[in-house]
Each structure stands twice: as structure tokens, then as C-alpha cells.
């Protein structure tokens, strides 16, 4: 190889990767500790990023209706009214649908709890005798089963005890969670401050972006970044819309089931399920034991119904409503949803789960397009 200054520099470059990589991996507290004081600094204008696209999937849709309404009027002001108009419906309808859960649910959880509590000194004994009797068919067998014995006055003198010795700690810790809390909604109002500033603005951003980008790298690399970025956001839109569509679907449907086969609890499991949906393949099936585990100690014959009936609606949204909204939404064969599910949930957990789809799906969409080039002789 010739020491020219192309190379030199090559050289210069590898050496000075190499020795910051070497000072990274022996300060690796100090690196993480000042990546996670840069993260809080700029979780604002991260969560506002995130804000913004969830945004702009409802924004756009309402532009393009603004558009066709108005196309007829060839004034400025409705084309300048356009984008504040529709950015301040797409907050409202944000902010009124996220309103509207908590206050329609908080009434009817409190119901719940309330119902629930009362019921379950009751149920602790019918349990208590589930389990008596069992223990004495079986030891008719000569098998014994361990003694169960439930005392609820016992639990609830045990749990005051409990926090009158570590009041302190808890006092502590509820003083911490309100100053998370109140530091939470401060973020959470900035971030929503930045989308609507990112949206306003966001032609200028990506012209600005784009620019940047050329002016950066090589033509080629640009357009190739250009592109894998557009994938990306194209994937993520498609996966969002649908997965939103199939659960608000799946927790109608869970209500008007549970409310034609008056099954306890409709609003609040229905919910449950609807949220949990959000999870591809595993999600309705935790909604599924979540709601079982409330209606059961009502009504042990209920909770079966119940299970069978959610059976049956997931065999449905499966089979029928899944593929259709969100399977072709994102182009990802079923094998691939399961195994983008699995590896997302091990690794990240619940946040794992709900990107791993999407992230699978651009991940699909590279090596499908790598081996159609190699195909046609196109590297």
C-alpha cells in the first residue's frame, strides 16, 4: 500500500477509532453515565420527535381532506389556513381521545376495585372450600395436598403492619415517585411543545435535512440513506395505522360480546384488551388472563364463557382482521411477525415487542430487495 495522503489518512483514522474505542471500553461508567445525562437533556426534543410522527399520521389525513373541500377556492388564506388549521384538530383529537379514556375509565376502574374488594373476602372462602374438598377427594387416594387456610382479617392486619414499620421508606419513595410524576408532565408539555413547532415546520425541516445530508456524503450514499430513511417511516406509519385499527376494533368488539353475553366488567376488560392488542400475536391473550383473573372471582362459570368467547373473537381478528389491516400494511409473512415478537419481547420487553414488528419488516424489505438485485445483476 502506498503512504500517499489518501491513505495516511486512512490510517490516522483507524488509529483514532481504535483509541477512542480502547478509552470507551475502560470508562465504560463514565461514557454510560454521560449518555444517560445527554438522553435526560434531550428526552424533550426525543419525545416530541416521537410525538410529532404519531401527529402527523392523524395531520395528514386531514389535509388531504382540507385540500379536497377547499380545492375549488383559489384564495391564499384557505392554503395558509390549512396546515394551523389541521395541526391544532390533530392536538385536540390527540389530547380529547387520550382525555376521554381516562375519564370515562378511571370511574368505572374505581367501580371495579370497589366491587372487587368487597366480593373478595367471599371469594377467598369459597376458595378456601374449593380447595377443602379437593384436598378430600384426594385423600381418599392417598394423596394429601397441602393445607390452605385464607384468613382475610390475618392479610389485612399483616399488610397495616407492614406499613406502619416501613412508613418511612414509603413516605420517601411516594415524595420521589410525585417529583418523577410532576418531572414526567413537564417533559411530556415540552415534548408536545417541539412536535407542534416540528410539524409547523416541517417541509422547511426535511428541505433543510436534505440539504445537510448532500452537502455531507457522496450523492449515491445520499439517496441510499434518503431511501432506507424513507422505508423506514413508511413501514412505521403502516404498522401504527393498522395496529391502532385492529385493537380499536378488537376492544368493540370484546364490549359488545361481553355486553349481549352481560358478562361482568365490559368497559374496563374491553379497554384492557384493546390496549394489550397493541402487542402483535400475545397481546389480546394477556388482556385474555387479565380480564379471566376479575370476572372469576365473581363468577367462576362466567370467567370460562368469557375465555371461550375471547377464543373465539381472537380466532376471528386473527384470521380475518389482522392479516388484512396490519399483515399487508407492513408486508411481513406471519412466520416473521411471530419470530419479530419473540426475539423483540426476550430482548426489550414490552417496547420490544410493539417495534420489533415494524423494524422486522424494514429489515425484510432490505434483504428482499439486496436478493432481487442480486437476481438481476444489479449490486
Not at 454521560?34 to 434531550?42: D, G, K, N, R, Y
Not at 368488539?253 to 368497559?267: E, H, K, N, T, V
Not at 399487508?328 to 412466520?335: D, E, M, N, Q, T
Request: aromatic share 12%.
Amino acid at each position: 500500500m502506498e503512504l500517499n495522503k489518501k491513505n495516511i489518512k486512512r490510517i490516522l483514522l483507524i488509529i483514532t477509532f481504535a483509541l477512542v474505542l480502547y478509552w470507551v471500553l475502560h470508562n465504560i461508567e463514565q461514557v454510560g453515565s454521560i449518555l444517560s445525562a445527554l438522553l435526560s437533556v434531550l428526552s424533550p426534543l426525543l419525545i416530541g420527535l416521537c410525538l410529532a410522527f404519531v401527529l402527523n399520521l392523524i395531520m395528514c389525513p386531514l389535509e388531504r381532506a382540507w385540500t379536497k373541500l377547499f380545492r375549488r377556492s383559489k384564495g391564499r388564506l384557505c392554503e395558509k389556513l390549512r396546515r394551523p388549521v389541521c395541526l391544532t384538530l390533530s392536538v385536540l383529537l390527540f389530547l380529547g381521545t387520550i382525555s376521554a379514556v381516562f375519564f370515562v375509565l378511571i370511574p368505572q376502574i374505581r367501580t371495579t376495585v370497589s366491587g372487587f374488594s368487597a366480593k373478595l373476602p367471599a371469594a377467598m372462602a369459597q376458595l378456601e372450600n374449593w380447595w377443602n374438598s379437593i384436598s378430600t377427594f384426594f385423600a381418599q387416594h392417598n394423596i394429601v395436598l397441602p393445607i390452605l387456610t385464607l384468613d382475610t382479617d390475618q392479610l389485612i392486619q399483616s399488610i397495616s403492619s407492614l406499613l406502619s414499620e416501613n412508613g418511612e421508606y414509603i413516605f420517601g419513595k411516594a415524595a420521589d415517585l410525585t417529583v418523577s410524576i410532576v418531572s414526567a408532565v413537564v417533559k411530556t408539555v415540552l415534548a408536545l411543545i417541539f412536535s407542534v413547532y416540528i410539524l409547523a415546520q416541517k417541509e422547511k425541516l426535511a428541505g433543510s435535512s436534505r440539504k445537510l445530508i448532500y452537502a455531507l456524503v457522496r450523492a449515491d450514499k445520499a439517496d441510499r440513506f434518503l431511501r432506507l430513511t424513507g422505508l423506514i417511516g413508511n413501514t412505521f406509519s403502516r404498522f401504527i395505522t393498522g395496529q391502532v385499527t385492529d385493537a380499536f376494533i378488537l376492544g368493540v368488539l370484546c364490549f359488545i360480546g361481553m355486553a349481549i353475553f352481560r358478562l361482568p366488567y365490559p368497559l374496563v376488560i374491553s379497554f384492557v384488551i384493546c390496549f394489550t392488542a397493541l402487542i402483535p400475536i400475545f397481546g389480546a391473550w394477556i388482556g385474555a388472563i387479565t380480564g379471566a383473573f376479575l370476572i372469576v372471582f365473581i363468577s367462576p362459570l362466567k370467567a370460562f364463557w368469557f375465555v371461550v368467547f375471547l377464543v373465539i373473537l381472537q380466532q376471528i381478528e386473527g384470521n380475518l382482521i389482522y392479516p388484512r389491516i396490519v399483515g399487508k400494511s407492513v408486508g411481513l409473512p406471519g412466520l416473521w411477525v411471530l419470530a419479530a415478537v419473540t426475539i423483540g419481547g426476550s430482548a426489550f420487553g414490552i417496547l420490544g415487542m410493539l417495534l420489533g414488528v415494524p423494524i422486522f419488516a424494514v429489515i425484510y424489505a432490505l434483504v428482499t430487495e439486496f436478493v432481487r438485485s442480486r437476481d438481476t445483476g444489479k449490486i
